[in-house]
């Protein structure tokens, strides 16, 4: 399993924006990991928010398409999360994940589709 670990949380005003990292170490990152962004906000489940399978194919939940933007730097072993007109409701604990041969479309169906997980780092979007 990779270490992850992310960074890049904090306070930001509606309509902001903010970049998240998620460096992992152990392990290369490389093409044949899924990488995942998910967050959970207090009292809810955790959600998935964007995430890129193994062959390549992205999927963003419908609350943050077109603000939100999922990326990757194998060279640098970190992946990214560009959040942009943040808004209220997207305060949460925003975690990144990792999953070697997830292929198809379906990564963000379920948080136990991922097994290498980064502690999270907190996002507050408040005026």
């Known amino acids: 399993q990779l270490q992850l670990v992310e960074s890049g949380g904090g306070l930001v005003q509606p309509g902001g924006s903010l970049r998240l990292s998620c460096a992992a170490s152990?392990?290369?990152?490389?093409?044949?990991?899924?990488i995942g962004w998910f967050r959970q906000a207090p009292g809810k489940e955790r959600e998935g928010v964007s995430c890129?399978?193994?062959?390549?194919?992205?999927n963003y939940a419908d609350s943050v398409k077109g603000r939100f933007t999922i990326s990757r730097d194998n060279a640098k072993n970190t992946v990214y999360l560009q959040m942009d007109s943040l808004k209220p409701e997207d305060t949460a604990v925003y975690y990144c994940?990792?999953?070697?041969?997830?292929?198809?479309?379906?990564?963000?169906?379920?948080?136990?589709?991922?097994?290498?997980w980064g502690q999270g780092t907190q996002v507050t979007v408040s005026s």
């Open positions: 890129r399978t193994s062959g390549g194919r992205t």
């Open positions: 152990r392990f290369t990152l490389v093409d044949y990991y899924a």
């Open positions: 994940a990792a999953q070697a041969f997830l292929y198809g479309s379906t990564c963000l169906d379920s948080t136990r589709f991922f097994d290498s």
